[in-house]
T-cell receptor
Framework: QKEVEQDPGPLSVPEGAIVSLNCTYSNSAFQYFMWYRQYSRKGPELLMY????GNKEDGRFTAQVDKSSKYISLFIRDSQPSDSATYLC????????????FGKGTTLSVSS | ETGVTQTPRHLVMGMTNKKSLKCEQHLGHNAMYWYKQSAKKPLELMFVYNFKEQTENNSVPSRFSPECPNSSHLFLHLHTLQPEDSALYLC?????????????FGPGTRLTVT
């Protein structure tokens, strides 16, 4: 079983839809959880991060962590064509130092 | 220039060539990283430098040789690569070594090995 599983998609939605992106993981030591957004021909940029369990909201984006289920989610409300990108989940455990373990990324396309 | 820059943006090289990738960060950070992003695979950490000293080498083949002359510059020297080394090579930096939240990525170098 891979450490981090993420459905690569592609996921296509109409403008204004609510998007749900998910990752599952196997390492219960993970404490830091991140979502990166990567536009075509660009490097990843940090979108949101959470520590341990719970929810975090930032504008149209909400990140959720359920450590009991080893499951994290990113919700995008009122999706826009500018949200079209690849979304990467990443996580790390304190004792692993700098190692960020990434998912493969989910490609999202929002049509107007 | 701002953020993290990488040159060249695209590189095509034969298996017997020697080339170098360059990364420069303009953020005043102390830690720099090389990642490999292959199609259909997760990002893989290759090397980490903290204050110019290599702190991590994740079992990367010796045909990849990193160099960090100062905290702002990072190089990846390439020689006798294989076609499976074709990928997007990303450089990142962070203020603090080990900071899981604040890694800033460059745009990457798209490498094709023929």
């Amino acid at each position: 079983q891979k450490e981090v599983e993420q459905d690569p998609g592609p996921l296509s939605v109409p403008e204004g839809a609510i998007v749900s992106l998910n990752c599952t993981y196997s390492n219960s030591a993970f404490q830091y959880f991140m979502w990166y957004r990567q536009y075509s021909r660009k490097g990843p940029e940090l979108l949101m991060y959470t520590y341990s369990s719970g929810n975090k909201e930032d504008g149209r984006f909400t990140a959720q962590v359920d450590k009991s289920s080893k499951y994290i989610s990113l919700f995008i409300r009122d999706s826009q064509p500018s949200d079209s990108a690849t979304y990467l989940c990443a996580m790390s455990a304190p004792q692993a130092g700098t190692a960020l373990i990434f998912g493969k990324g989910t490609t999202l396309s929002v049509s107007s | 220039e701002t953020g993290v820059t990488q040159t060249p943006r695209h590189l095509v090289m034969g298996m017997t060539n020697k080339k170098s990738l360059k990364c420069e960060q303009h953020l005043g950070h102390n830690a720099m990283y090389w990642y490999k992003q292959s199609a259909k695979k997760p990002l893989e950490l290759m090397f980490v430098y903290n204050f110019k000293e290599q702190t991590e080498n994740n079992s990367v083949p010796s045909r990849f040789s990193p160099e960090c002359p100062n905290s702002s510059h990072l190089f990846l020297h390439l020689h006798t690569l294989q076609p499976e080394d074709s990928a997007l090579y990303l450089c990142a930096s962070s203020q603090v070594y080990g900071d899981p939240y604040e890694q800033y990525f460059g745009p990457g170098t798209r490498l094709t090995v023929t």
